[in-house]
């Protein structure tokens, strides 16, 4: 398997610059990508899709709000943002200045880099001091006295690698099961339990635990990500091809789950273009 490397990439749209850094082995196992968000915003409102990713946002500019689509109060984000893994999107209401570092995780890279049950902040927004402590309130600051992008990265990049030696020996074991609950298309209640050498129900508890979701909804999302990759390859998607080759029934299932878990229709998302999924093709 190709060792993934260190790589920067930016998006410039609607009066924001979004820069991205992919980190090197052996960071790469547990974070994603590192990112920062600055500019005067063109937009009321953004969404973040669900993406298997616990995700850790430090604000360094003016107050935003969020709101799960499955809940009707609104999170004021004006420090730190701890967000779970989720099951629909997340609606982003941008200040007048918004500028983000964050941090989005692998699949079970929070709970392994930072030792917390990721099913206890899953479909949840948390003030990050309220779970992290004072560490992050210092790296708030810190970040605050930095006005390159890059440099913000490396030191967000740099915190996590501090991280690497409380990691233990099941590390390449989860790889193994992330793998496998997102290429794995025969992977079914039986086989995991196999993978994992323990019972079905055992199991799915580990999973739950490690992650945040159950592996049923693990691979919903996964397999929306691949249909956002395979509908942004070509201006007209072939709808029939797609929704067989993803396993759907029907166009009107595969609509009404792409819908619940991105408040859009798959084209809506390509006339509008939402910047999440423009920015999950520079990752």
């Given at each position: 398997?190709?060792?993934?490397t260190?790589?920067?990439?930016r998006?410039?749209?609607?009066?924001?610059?979004?820069?991205i850094?992919?980190p090197?082995?052996?960071i790469?196992?547990?974070?994603?990508?590192?990112?920062?968000?600055?500019?005067h915003?063109?937009?009321?409102?953004e969404?973040?899709?669900?993406?298997?990713?616990?995700?850790?946002?430090?604000?360094?500019?003016s107050?935003?709000?969020?709101?799960?689509?499955?809940?009707?109060q609104?999170?004021?984000?004006t420090?730190?943002?701890?967000?779970?893994?989720?099951?629909?999107?997340?609606?982003?209401?941008?200040g007048?200045?918004?500028?983000?570092?964050?941090?989005?995780?692998?699949?079970?890279?929070?709970?392994?880099?930072?030792?917390i049950?990721?099913?206890?902040?899953?479909?949840?927004?948390?003030?990050a001091?309220d779970?992290?402590?004072?560490e992050?309130?210092?790296?708030?600051?810190?970040?605050?006295?930095q006005?390159?992008?890059?440099?913000?990265?490396n030191?967000?990049?740099?915190?996590?690698?501090?991280?690497?030696?409380?990691?233990?020996?099941?590390?390449?074991?989860?790889q193994?099961?992330?793998?496998?609950?997102q290429?794995?298309k025969s992977?079914n209640?039986?086989?995991?339990?196999?993978?994992?050498?323990?019972?079905?129900?055992?199991?799915?508890?580990l999973?739950?635990?490690?992650?945040?979701?159950s592996p049923?909804?693990?691979q919903?999302?996964?397999?929306?990500?691949?249909?956002?990759d395979?509908?942004?390859?070509?201006?007209s998607p072939?709808w029939?091809?797609?929704c067989?080759?993803?396993?759907?029934?029907?166009?009107?299932?595969?609509i009404k789950?792409?819908k619940?878990?991105?408040g859009?229709?798959?084209?809506e998302i390509?006339?509008?273009?939402?910047?999440?999924?423009?920015l999950?093709?520079?990752?």
């Open positions: 398997m190709e060792v993934p260190k790589k920067i990439s998006l410039q749209k609607d009066g924001m610059t979004y820069t850094l992919k090197n082995f052996p790469c196992s547990y974070v994603d990508h590192f990112m920062v968000a600055k500019g915003p063109l937009f009321l409102e969404r973040l899709f669900p993406g298997n990713k616990v995700e850790l946002f430090v604000n360094l500019g107050r935003n709000e969020c709101q799960l689509a499955t809940s009707n609104k999170f004021v984000f420090d730190t943002i701890l967000s779970g893994l989720r099951s629909s999107y997340l609606r982003i209401f941008p007048e200045y918004f500028f983000i570092a964050g941090i989005r995780f692998t699949l079970f890279g929070f709970n392994q880099l930072l030792h049950p990721a099913n206890e902040i899953t479909d949840a927004n948390y003030c001091s779970v992290l402590g004072k992050i309130a210092s790296m708030r600051q810190k970040l605050g006295e006005s390159d992008d890059v440099q913000i990265l030191i967000l990049e740099q915190w996590m690698e501090s991280k690497l030696s409380g990691t233990n020996s099941i590390t390449k074991s989860w193994r099961i992330s793998l496998s609950l290429f794995d992977l209640q039986d086989s995991l339990s196999e993978l994992m050498g323990y019972s079905h129900k055992h199991s799915i508890q999973v739950k635990k490690m992650a945040g979701l049923k909804i693990i919903r999302i996964y397999r929306l990500n691949s249909i956002f395979q509908i942004h390859q070509s201006p072939d029939q091809s797609i067989y080759y993803n396993g759907y029934f029907d166009q009107s299932h595969f789950d792409f619940s878990f991105t859009f229709t798959p084209t390509l006339a509008q273009k939402p910047k999440d999924f423009e999950k093709q520079l990752r």
